[in-house]
């Protein structure tokens, strides 16, 4: 199951669940499929949790149900479409000998078929399919008599992504892996902690951002007092923070990796105008992702910015595919070209990435037919070339356009008059901050993480 997310959480504040809605509206962008809070009184955990945005899941009364002082909350989006089991919608909230706890879990684990394989030999009964199942039952079935001793135990036995929030009725734990793969920051509500994927889910509610949970740290609040404890052997894990979070899924606004995505999603920009020069007479975005770079290599280039499409943004996952004849409506349904701006120019667009490469030929042709004389195409990352195993929706091998064809042959499959990427050293080099250490897996194949083939063969299958 490739998954990805965005987790919330807040202790011993008033209206927790209030303020858990509003930081998963702020990370609605991270996952559209699910959206879940729990919530403890210090004696019991309550829930609500459902398919769809986080605006259709919660209604007022949701909220005036969820009465407690501590919650978790977690937006979800998983390859697996409507057809999902409501088992695998978080937070997980399950009773055991010790008490009540909920999870929500960020990222994916590259072990989760092999530990959920020994679980149920052991006698294991799952619910879902979701990877952060494992980490519940490792959790329980732990001989050590602690609970942070349980869950120390749980946590060594996992491989991969996880961005973490726990919740018993006394405690909130914040957990990143110890390649630290996924954001996870830190923050503080009138003295409340708060705990969100991305800083801009603070900015909603009025948090200050304090700092980020570092990779391998488990930060445990009881009794109000905050603690800092390693996961065993964190410490020799090589740093793999995913640098896909810039180019893509983190919100401009946001900042992750002690970075302002803003900033570096802008420098890649810049660096792709000084390393793909080309002569036009405007630079459009594809929105919304192409957006800020599209900013960065205008004002590099001098080349004048414009907005050539306009997206609409209230088209969903439920979109009805078109059928053949049809097809090409599936892009014009989300983006337009503004009539008579491109008339006879030549123009940059920016995009992202480019993943199967059908978007990009689309966008090219919408261009041609709108009047553009040259389509140049230029992209804020290096080509896309490998599978992410570690949280990132990505297509098989097969299925990435740049593994199999140069990029003179993806210009040629997407009609364009020029294609350039920016460089990997040139991506690394803009995102670079002062503990910055990046998983670029996806561009180059150096995954920090052995990924075993029944991994990379389920993957195939969904
Ligand atoms: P494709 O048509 O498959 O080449 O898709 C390229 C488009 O998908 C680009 O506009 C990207 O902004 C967008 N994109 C890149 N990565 C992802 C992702 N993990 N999930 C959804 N969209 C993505």
């Given at each position: 199951m490739?998954?990805?997310c965005?987790?919330?959480?807040?202790?011993?504040?008033?209206?927790?669940a209030?303020?858990t809605?509003?930081?998963?509206?702020?990370?609605?962008?991270?996952?559209?499929?699910?959206?879940g809070?729990?919530?403890?009184?210090?004696?019991?955990?309550?829930?609500?949790?459902?398919?769809?945005?986080?605006s259709?899941?919660f209604?007022?009364?949701?909220?005036?149900?969820?009465?407690?002082?501590?919650?978790?909350?977690?937006?979800?989006?998983?390859?697996?479409?409507?057809?999902?089991?409501?088992?695998?919608?978080?937070?997980?909230?399950?009773?055991?000998?010790?008490?009540?706890?909920?999870?929500?879990?960020?990222?994916?684990?590259v072990?989760?078929?092999?530990?959920?394989?020994?679980?149920?030999?052991?006698?294991?009964?799952?619910?879902?399919t979701?990877?952060?199942?494992?980490?519940?039952h490792l959790?329980?079935?732990?001989?050590?008599k602690?609970?942070?001793e349980?869950?120390?135990?749980?946590?060594?036995?996992?491989?991969?992504?996880?961005?973490?929030?726990v919740?018993?009725?006394?405690?909130?734990?914040?957990?990143?892996?110890?390649?630290g793969?996924?954001?996870?920051c830190m923050?503080?509500?009138?003295?409340?902690?708060?705990?969100?994927?991305?800083?801009?889910?603070?900015?909603l509610?009025?948090?200050?951002?304090?700092?980020?949970?570092?990779?391998?740290?488990?930060?445990?609040?009881?009794?109000?007092?905050?603690?800092?404890?390693?996961?065993?052997g964190?410490?020799?894990?090589r740093?793999?923070q995913?640098?896909?979070?810039f180019v893509?899924?983190?919100?401009?606004?946001s900042?992750?990796?002690?970075?302002?995505?803003?900033?570096?999603?802008?420098?890649f920009?810049?660096?792709?105008?000084?390393?793909?020069?080309v002569?036009?007479?405007?630079?459009i975005?594809?929105?919304?992702?192409?957006?800020?770079?599209a900013?960065?290599?205008?004002?590099?280039?001098?080349?004048?910015?414009?907005?050539?499409?306009?997206r609409?943004?209230?088209?969903?996952?439920?979109?009805?595919?078109?059928?053949?004849?049809?097809?090409?409506?599936g892009?014009?349904?989300?983006?337009?070209?503004v009539?008579?701006?491109?008339?006879?120019?030549?123009?940059?667009?920016?995009?992202?990435?480019?993943?199967?490469?059908?978007?990009?030929?689309?966008?090219?042709r919408?261009?041609r037919?709108?009047?553009?004389?040259?389509?140049?195409m230029?992209?804020?990352?290096?080509?896309t070339?490998?599978?992410c195993?570690?949280?990132?929706d990505?297509?098989?091998?097969?299925?990435?356009?740049?593994?199999?064809?140069?990029?003179?042959?993806?210009?040629?499959y997407?009609e364009?008059?020029?294609l350039?990427?920016?460089s990997?050293?040139?991506?690394?080099?803009?995102?670079?901050?002062?503990?910055?250490e990046?998983?670029?897996a996806?561009?180059?194949?150096?995954?920090?993480?052995?990924?075993?083939?029944?991994?990379?063969?389920?993957?195939?299958?969904?």
């Amino acid at each position: 199951m490739k998954e990805y997310c965005g987790v919330f959480g807040i202790y011993n504040s008033p209206n927790a669940a209030y303020f858990t809605y509003l930081g998963l509206y702020a990370l609605q962008h991270r996952g559209q499929e699910s959206a879940g809070i729990a919530v403890t009184d210090g004696k019991r955990i309550t829930y609500h949790r459902d398919f769809g945005l986080v605006s259709s899941v919660f209604s007022s009364e949701h909220l005036d149900r969820l009465t407690g002082h501590t919650a978790i909350g977690h937006n979800r989006y998983s390859t697996s479409g409507a057809s999902d089991s409501p088992d695998n919608i978080q937070p997980i909230v399950v009773s055991y000998k010790h008490g009540q706890m909920a999870i929500a879990h960020n990222g994916n684990l590259v072990n989760a078929l092999e530990l959920r394989e020994k679980l149920e030999e052991e006698g294991s009964i799952f619910r879902g399919t979701s990877d952060s199942e494992v980490i519940v039952h490792l959790i329980v079935k732990s001989r050590k008599k602690r609970f942070l001793e349980k869950l120390m135990d749980a946590l060594s036995q996992l491989k991969g992504a996880y961005s973490l929030l726990v919740m018993t009725n006394k405690k909130l734990i914040a957990i990143r892996d110890p390649w630290g793969f996924r954001p996870l920051c830190m923050g503080e509500l009138n003295g409340s902690p708060v705990f969100a994927s991305e800083t801009c889910a603070f900015d909603l509610i009025g948090a200050k951002y304090v700092r980020d949970v570092e990779p391998g740290e488990v930060v445990m609040i009881e009794k109000g007092e905050m603690k800092s404890f390693r996961i065993p052997g964190s410490e020799s894990a090589r740093r793999s923070q995913c640098i896909f979070e810039f180019v893509y899924f983190a919100r401009p606004d946001s900042q992750i990796f002690g970075r302002s995505v803003y900033q570096v999603r802008k420098e890649f920009g810049r660096r792709l105008a000084r390393e793909n020069p080309v002569e036009a007479d405007i630079v459009i975005p594809v929105p919304d992702s192409g957006v800020v770079p599209a900013l960065g290599y205008s004002q590099e280039s001098g080349i004048p910015f414009e907005l050539g499409l306009i997206r609409n943004h209230y088209v969903g996952r439920t979109f009805i595919k078109p059928q053949q004849k049809m097809r090409d409506i599936g892009v014009k349904v989300k983006l337009n070209p503004v009539p008579g701006l491109l008339k006879g120019k030549r123009v940059v667009v920016i995009d992202d990435s480019i993943v199967r490469g059908t978007t990009s030929r689309k966008i090219v042709r919408m261009l041609r037919e709108a009047g553009a004389k040259e389509v140049h195409m230029r992209i804020s990352s290096p080509p896309t070339k490998w599978p992410c195993y570690f949280g990132i929706d990505t297509p098989t091998r097969e299925q990435l356009i740049a593994s199999s064809n140069t990029v003179d042959e993806i210009c040629s499959y997407i009609e364009a008059d020029s294609l350039g990427y920016l460089s990997l050293e040139g991506m690394i080099e803009a995102a670079k901050g002062s503990k910055c250490e990046f998983c670029t897996a996806c561009f180059d194949g150096d995954y920090p993480i052995e990924v075993p083939d029944s991994i990379v063969e389920q993957a195939k299958k969904e």
